[in-house]
């Protein structure tokens, strides 16, 4: 009787095997004829292949230069990707407003910078190098905060409805948190009613307008060692992002794969309700990836605001648009997906930049996410029923 | 039992969104994000309350006051202010037969951090339902004039409007296919600027980046109306006086940061860099990507970069030397009464106004003039008034409209950033 199940009849071997090649030639065939397509109608949007060629031809050292930034860029992009992923792994509910936990996280760190500020006489400000580790500390604890927070007030009463609803809560605390930003940057008004609030300043004098972060990291060619004016740049700032990314992925993997909280938490994603026989604490265990993805989006936020210098309340949107790319294009709800993606966005727009087009650029990094759907619709490292990491 | 604490949030909500709809002007916010915002923003400020016995005739503004442009839009209300503050008798003119009304309309919202095609569209609505409304004065950004002009065109009878700051080329003059036909469907022409267009700023800008030594280029645009028409005759004009450009970009405002594209920019080894477009463009981070990738060479731009808010998004050590062309004429060579206007200002409000508060002035004068001649409530009429403005003796010099509505003004100033601030490095004459 068990039996029977297992010797269900399938067809003889030879037609399965037809069946499977004819699809890889269709794949195939499918594959060619949009290359041509692209090929024929991608020159206006920048895809002109003899002056690519030649552009290479003429400047080579573009190629690793465009490497260089597009890796440390991915890594920004990776880190807040994270966010995305753990979020949705836990609970399936991509969370809008890690975006803008990610700028108030970058608005915590500037603030938390202005007390180490020095301002030099041609008005560039600076501060010293161990402010800058100093300041990941407070960035990363009010993210953290602020991201258990939102679960607690917008998204815990809504774990049991339909997943639309809480998404709209998502957009919600997305625009409210957005403006809160636009309103942190009013603070920049207080020195003019008090001297007390002079550090302030560095909130600049407008609401709206993006604020400058103080140069940390100088701005040599670490490369000049090897010969002066070597023609690729990697200055101090790339290597920082490169190595803050790293440790924190590799951080988060370890958590996640040699812990007993983090045991808990793949459980969780695995299965809620037989974690929850299991006894583990699901809010607990919920509370706790939104304080890791929290803590996450703090430390990008002041890792972009070393690295481009500014920081302005619309900045979550371009880069938590870019970065929930990337969690989908590793496949969402898996770690070192989402890493990966945010590598290839990174790199992907880099060199569109410099071969194809800058107009272009946004069109092209989503045309590689939708022919990935296409072809891979759990994502690059994804799997049936999204298995974490 | 439920907790009283959710009731007492409930309420306070409920409580602050009613205050806040009761304080909200009729501003209609296009993005939920922009309420806040607009809220604070779309300020109603009457120059002159109508007195009883008069009637009122309104003049709208509709310039940017949310986002880092407002810092420059709020000199340019203050001045039309002061404009209707002097010229006027309290507001009242034609011996108190008429009031004037002032009220200032914000096109910018919040979420943009710019002007909004939408919020600009209600602004124009706004004003053409108004039967009061006689003078439209605005835009700052090309982009919503192309908006606004065909609105109070169409109306009947079509509302004049008169700008203090649009130097697209294609709004009064022949630039892109059926421009500019296709602002003015009814035919007849109801858009006037007191300012150069970006035909003589374009071709000029040109001429002084061959004057400064430079040989090689590369043109950037923020893809907007402005800053694009001002970088296609740039490129023209280099073309043809024999300056190299090395390559033409157009960037993505929202982009967070440019290095791919400061790469791209290095490689090709200019000796300058001209950007068509507006600050709120994220021109300040472009600028930082640029001399963070080590590029040397001079930063080129025009009005559109030319405010505080450039200065501070770029950081003032990154911004120095950096130089851009504006319509006009240099301070020290300006008229009497415009030189009366800065130290009228300065008395009044404090401090410098940006580089468009003069403009604003004058658009109000022109106004109020045509206003004052007319006498008469009625929109053709006053229309038909501002475009028969000869040889206003105004705060900008003695000059005239076209029959395109152009200002027969051409002179062009070049400023430059030292210390932190921009400072006029002269008047630009070049053939």
Redesign the interface.
């Known amino acids: 009787m068990q039996d029977s199940a297992l010797n269900a009849p399938s067809k003889p071997p030879s037609t399965a095997t037809k069946l499977e090649s004819r699809r890889k030639m269709g794949r195939a065939l499918l594959v060619v004829c949009i290359a041509y397509l692209a090929l024929l109608i991608g020159q206006p949007a920048g895809l002109d292949v003899p002056r690519i060629a030649t ?1 290479i031809a ?2 080579p ?2 190629i690793p ?2 490497l260089v ?2 890796i440390a ?1 991915g890594a920004i992009i990776a880190i807040i990707a994270l966010g995305y992923t753990l979020v949705y792994g836990i609970i399936e509910l991509v969370n809008f407003a890690h975006s803008s936990v990610f700028m108030l996280g970058s608005f915590t760190s500037l603030l938390a910078l202005s007390f180490f500020i020095n301002k ?1 006489s ?4 600076s501060a010293p190098f161990w402010a800058a580790l100093v300041c990941f500390i407070p960035a990363m604890i009010v993210c953290a905060l602020l991201n258990a927070g939102i679960e607690k007030v917008a998204y815990r009463r809504l774990r049991d409805a339909p997943k639309l609803i809480v998404l709209i809560s998502a957009i919600g605390m997305d ?1 409210i948190l ?2 809160v930003g ?2 942190l940057g009013a603070l920049g008004k207080l020195p003019q009613v008090s001297p007390i609030f002079n550090q302030l300043s560095v909130m ?7 604020k ?1 972060f103080p140069q940390i990291f100088s ?1 040599n ?1 670490l490369l000049d060692a090897i010969y002066p004016n070597f023609p690729v ?1 990697v200055t101090v700032a790339d290597v920082m992002v490169v190595t803050v990314a790293i440790v924190l992925m590799v951080a988060l993997r370890w958590f996640v794969q040699n812990t007993r909280a983090g045991k808990a938490m793949r459980a969780t994603a695995q299965n809620r309700n037989a974690a929850m026989i299991m006894g583990i604490n699901i809010d607990s265990i919920i509370t706790l990836t939104f304080l890791i993805g929290g803590a996450l989006a703090g430390a990008a936020g002041m890792m ?1 605001g070393l ?4 920081a ?1 309340f ?2 979550g ?3 938590g648009l870019r970065a929930f790319t990337a969690a989908v294009l590793g496949g969402i709800g898996n770690i070192t997906g989402a890493a990966l993606g945010g590598i290839i966005i990174g790199i992907v ?3 569109s ?2 071969y194809l ?3 272009w ?2 069109a092209w990094v989503f045309l590689i996410l939708v022919l990935v759907m296409v072809f891979r619709p759990t994502g690059l490292l994804g799997q049936e029923g999204g298995e974490k990491a | 039992m439920k907790s009283p604490f959710k009731y007492v949030l409930l309420s306070a909500t409920v409580a602050a969104l009613l205050s806040a709809c009761a304080t909200a002007p009729a501003a209609a916010p296009a993005a939920p994000a922009a309420t806040a915002a607009g809220a604070a923003a779309a300020t109603e400020v009457p120059a002159a309350a109508p007195a009883a016995g008069g009637e009122v005739i309104r003049f709208y503004s509709s310039l940017p006051l949310t986002g880092s442009s407002a810092a420059q839009s709020i000199t340019l209300v203050n001045a039309i202010k002061m404009a209707i503050e002097q010229q006027t008798d309290a507001g009242k003119v034609c011996e108190g037969k008429f009031t004037i009304d002032y009220q200032s309309l914000d096109d910018a919202t919040a979420s943009a951090g710019q002007w909004d095609a939408s919020q600009e569209q209600a602004n124009a609505n706004k004003a053409v339902a108004d039967p009061d409304a006689m003078v439209y004065i605005g835009t700052f950004n090309s982009g919503a004039a192309k908006v606004s002009i065909p609105i109070l065109n169409q109306a009947t009878p079509p509302l004049v409007m008169i700008s203090p700051a649009n130097t697209n080329v294609g709004l009064t003059k022949p630039f892109d296919a059926g421009e500019p036909e296709k602002y003015y469907p009814s035919g007849k022409r109801n858009y006037v600027r007191v300012v150069t267009a970006d035909d003589v700023q374009g071709s000029i800008a040109a001429k002084w980046a061959q004057s400064l030594g430079i040989k090689k280029i590369y043109i950037l645009d923020d893809t907007q109306v402005y800053g694009k028409g001002l970088a296609d005759v740039f490129e023209k004009t280099a073309k043809e006086i024999g300056l190299e450009v090395a390559g033409r970009d157009g960037i993505d405002g929202k982009a967070s940061d440019y290095k791919a594209l400061a790469t791209k920019i290095k490689g090709t080894g200019p000796d300058a860099i001209y950007f068509g477009g507006i600050t709120q463009a994220n021109a300040g981070q472009l600028l930082k990507d640029i001399r963070a990738a080590g590029i040397t060479g001079k930063f080129i731009g025009a009005d559109g970069i030319l405010d505080k808010a450039f200065i501070e998004a770029a950081g003032s050590d990154v911004a120095e030397g950096v130089i851009a062309t504006l319509g006009g004429t240099p301070k020290g060579d300006l008229p009497e009464k415009g030189k009366k206007f800065y130290t009228d200002y300065a008395a009044k409000f404090g401090g410098e106004p940006e580089a468009y508060a003069i403009y604003g002035y004058e658009s109000a004068s022109v106004a109020i003039k045509a206003v004052s001649t007319v006498c008469k409530k009625d929109r053709q009429a006053i229309l038909d008034a501002v475009f028969a403005t000869k040889d206003f003796e105004g705060v900008l010099g003695t000059w005239s409209f076209d029959e395109r509505g152009d200002t027969s003004l051409s002179g062009m100033v070049g400023n430059e950033v030292k210390g932190g601030a921009w400072t006029e490095t002269g008047a630009l004459t070049f053939k």
């Open positions: 552009d003429n400047n050292s573009a230069q465009q930034t597009g860029n030099s041609n008005g560039a400000i625009f957005q403006n636009l309103q600049g004098s407008n609401n709206a307008s993006p400058s701005n060619n740049r972009f690295y481009n210098g500014t302005v619309t900045m949107f371009t880069a727009a880099a060199f930049d410099q087009s800058v107009r650029t946004n």
